[in-house]
C-alpha cells in the first residue's frame, strides 16, 4: 500500500482532515501519525472519529471524497476502496473531480469572503442541491419569497463545510447551509488580512511602517489659549487617553483635558531627558522604597536632555511617594493601572483615583511654574 499522497494536500484543509486522509487513504496508522506530529495517539483518535461522524453531512462527505481522488494514489483493494464505494451515494451533489489545479487558498479566501458575507445577512442560507455542480446563497425577504444574493461553485462550497464554516442540521435533496460561530470569526480574519493588504498596495508598501505613526504628526490639540499644540508621540500608547473616555458617576468623563495635558507634559520631559549620553537614568530611585535624595541631572550633557531631567526631578519630588509611583508608571512607563497596582500592592481599581489625584497635583505643579520652566525641551 502506498503511503505517500499524489500531490501536496492544499494548506486550507483542517489538520483533522489531514490525519482523516492519512489514515484511510494512505494507510498510515495512528501511532505513526501521533509521532509525526509529535502528540498522544489517543488525539489523532479523536480527530479521526470527529471527522469519520461529519460524513453524514453531503458536502464534508464529496470534500474528503475530492481529496482522496485528487492526491492520493488510487487503491483497488482495502478499507479505503469499499470506503470510497460506500461514500459515492451519498455524495451524488459533488461536482466532477476536476483535471485543472486543485483549489488553492488563495482562491478560497476571496470566494469564502464573499460568500460568508452574504450568509451574514439576516434569513440567508446557501442551498446546495443533489446533481448540481452549482449552490445558491438566497435570503428570505420578510414576504413569503426569496431573493438569489450569491451563486457559488460546489467545490466552494465542500471547503466550507470541511472548514466547519458552515452547517446543515437537516441535509437532504436539498440541503440548507448557515454559516457557523467558526465562520463568523473567519470572515472577520480574511477582511481584515484583505483590508490590510489593500492599504499596504495603496500605500507602495510601507503601510504597516505608516500605520503606528497615522495622525501622530497631524493630530494636534489646542492649549488653554485656544492655540493649536502638536502631539509629540503616539496618543494610542499612553493609558490616560483610554481613563480619559471613562464617565464619572455624574456623566463627566473622569480625566478633563488639562489632567491629560499635565500627564502628556511629564511623559514629554520624560521622554527628553533620555536623549542625552547617559540614556539610562535611575527613575526607580523614585519609586517607592527607593532612595529619594542625592539625585543629580546628568553632568556634561547639552543643556535640553539635561533640564528635562530636571523637570521631570521637580515634578516627582513635588508630588512625593504614593503619587509619584503612580505618575512615573502610567505616564512615563506607560504601564497599565493593572499592572500598576499589582506592582503596588495596591486593592484592585483603587488606581484609578490615585492617579486622578496625581494628575490634579500634577497639573497644579505645572500651573505654578513661571518663565522659561514653563518650556518643553
Same mark, same amino acid.
Given at each position: 500500500?502506498?503511503?505517500?499522497?499524489?500531490?501536496?494536500?492544499?494548506?486550507?484543509?483542517?489538520?483533522?482532515?489531514?490525519?482523516?486522509?492519512?489514515?484511510?487513504?494512505?494507510?498510515?496508522?495512528?501511532?505513526?501519525?501521533?509521532?509525526?506530529?509529535?502528540?498522544?495517539?489517543?488525539?489523532? &483518535?479523536?480527530?479521526?472519529?470527529?471527522?469519520?461522524?461529519?460524513?453524514?453531512?453531503?458536502?464534508?462527505?464529496?470534500?474528503?471524497?475530492?481529496?482522496?481522488?485528487?492526491?492520493?494514489?488510487?487503491?483497488?483493494?482495502?478499507?479505503?476502496?469499499? +470506503?470510497?464505494?460506500?461514500? /459515492?451515494?451519498?455524495?451524488?451533489?459533488?461536482?466532477?473531480?476536476?483535471?485543472?489545479?486543485?483549489?488553492?487558498?488563495?482562491? &478560497?479566501?476571496?470566494?469564502?469572503?464573499?460568500?460568508?458575507?452574504?450568509?451574514?445577512?439576516?434569513?440567508?442560507?446557501?442551498?446546495?442541491?443533489?446533481?448540481?455542480?452549482?449552490?445558491?446563497?438566497? /435570503?428570505?425577504?420578510?414576504?413569503?419569497?426569496?431573493?438569489?444574493?450569491?451563486?457559488?461553485?460546489?467545490?466552494?462550497?465542500?471547503?466550507?463545510?470541511?472548514?466547519?464554516?458552515?452547517?446543515?442540521?437537516?441535509?437532504?435533496?436539498?440541503?440548507?447551509?448557515?454559516?457557523?460561530?467558526?465562520?463568523?470569526?473567519?470572515?472577520?480574519?480574511? &477582511?481584515?488580512?484583505?483590508?490590510?493588504?489593500?492599504?499596504?498596495?495603496?500605500?507602495?508598501?510601507?503601510?504597516?511602517?505608516?500605520? @503606528?505613526?497615522?495622525?501622530?504628526?497631524?493630530?494636534?490639540?489646542?492649549?488653554?489659549?485656544?492655540?493649536?499644540?502638536?502631539?509629540?508621540?503616539?496618543?494610542?500608547?499612553? @493609558?490616560?487617553?483610554?481613563?480619559?473616555?471613562?464617565?464619572?458617576?455624574?456623566?463627566? @468623563?473622569?480625566?478633563?483635558?488639562?489632567?491629560?495635558?499635565?500627564?502628556?507634559?511629564?511623559?514629554?520631559?520624560?521622554?527628553?531627558?533620555?536623549?542625552?549620553?547617559?540614556?539610562?537614568?535611575?527613575?526607580?530611585?523614585?519609586?517607592?522604597?527607593?532612595?529619594?535624595?542625592?539625585?543629580?541631572?546628568?553632568?556634561?550633557?547639552?543643556?535640553?536632555?539635561?533640564?528635562?531631567?530636571?523637570?521631570?526631578?521637580?515634578? +516627582?519630588?513635588?508630588?512625593? @511617594?504614593?503619587?509619584?509611583?503612580?505618575?512615573?508608571?502610567?505616564?512615563?512607563? &506607560?504601564?497599565?493601572?493593572?499592572?500598576?497596582?499589582?506592582? +503596588?500592592?495596591?486593592?484592585?481599581?483603587?488606581?484609578?483615583?490615585?492617579?486622578?489625584?496625581?494628575?490634579?497635583? +500634577?497639573?497644579?505643579?505645572?500651573?505654578?511654574?513661571?518663565?522659561?520652566?514653563?518650556?518643553?525641551?
Amino acid at each position: 500500500m502506498n503511503n505517500t499522497s499524489a500531490l501536496p494536500v492544499p494548506r486550507w484543509v483542517p489538520e483533522g482532515a489531514r490525519r482523516y486522509l492519512a489514515h484511510t487513504e494512505a494507510g498510515r496508522s495512528i501511532r505513526d501519525l501521533a509521532r509525526g506530529a509529535g502528540c498522544h495517539a489517543s488525539t489523532v &483518535l479523536r480527530q479521526i472519529r470527529k471527522v469519520e461522524l461529519r460524513r453524514d453531512d453531503p458536502l464534508v462527505d464529496a470534500a474528503l471524497q475530492a481529496l482522496a481522488q485528487t492526491h492520493f494514489p488510487p487503491i483497488g483493494t482495502g478499507n479505503s476502496a469499499a +470506503l470510497r464505494a460506500n461514500s /459515492r451515494d451519498a455524495a451524488k451533489m459533488a461536482s466532477p473531480i476536476p483535471t485543472a489545479e486543485p483549489l488553492d487558498t488563495a482562491t &478560497l479566501d476571496v470566494e469564502a469572503a464573499r460568500v460568508l458575507r452574504r450568509l451574514c445577512e439576516s434569513g440567508a442560507v446557501l442551498a446546495v442541491a443533489e446533481d448540481m455542480d452549482k449552490a445558491v446563497v438566497v /435570503r428570505d425577504d420578510g414576504q413569503s419569497g426569496s431573493t438569489r444574493t450569491a451563486v457559488v461553485d460546489c467545490t466552494i462550497a465542500q471547503a466550507l463545510a470541511l472548514k466547519d464554516w458552515i452547517s446543515c442540521n437537516n441535509p437532504g435533496r436539498i440541503s440548507r447551509y448557515r454559516i457557523t460561530a467558526t465562520g463568523r470569526s473567519a470572515l472577520s480574519q480574511l &477582511l481584515a488580512e484583505a483590508e490590510n493588504r489593500a492599504r499596504s498596495r495603496n500605500d507602495n508598501g510601507f503601510a504597516e511602517a505608516q500605520a @503606528p505613526f497615522s495622525g501622530q504628526g497631524e493630530d494636534t490639540h489646542e492649549d488653554d489659549a485656544g492655540r493649536p499644540r502638536r502631539i509629540r508621540y503616539n496618543m494610542t500608547e499612553s @493609558p490616560l487617553v483610554a481613563l480619559a473616555r471613562r464617565k464619572d458617576r455624574d456623566g463627566q @468623563p473622569f480625566l478633563d483635558d488639562g489632567l491629560v495635558r499635565a500627564g502628556e507634559r511629564l511623559r514629554e520631559d520624560f521622554e527628553l531627558s533620555q536623549l542625552g549620553p547617559n540614556v539610562a537614568q535611575d527613575w526607580d530611585r523614585f519609586l517607592t522604597g527607593g532612595g529619594r535624595g542625592g539625585f543629580a541631572a546628568d553632568r556634561g550633557t547639552s543643556h535640553g536632555p539635561m533640564d528635562a531631567r530636571n523637570r521631570v526631578s521637580r515634578a +516627582l519630588a513635588d508630588l512625593g @511617594p504614593g503619587l509619584s509611583d503612580v505618575a512615573l508608571r502610567c505616564c512615563c512607563y &506607560l504601564e497599565g493601572l493593572e499592572t500598576a497596582e499589582k506592582q +503596588l500592592g495596591w486593592s484592585a481599581r483603587s488606581g484609578k483615583i490615585v492617579l486622578r489625584i496625581a494628575l490634579q497635583r +500634577l497639573k497644579r505643579h505645572y500651573d505654578d511654574l513661571t518663565g522659561s520652566d514653563q518650556m518643553i525641551g
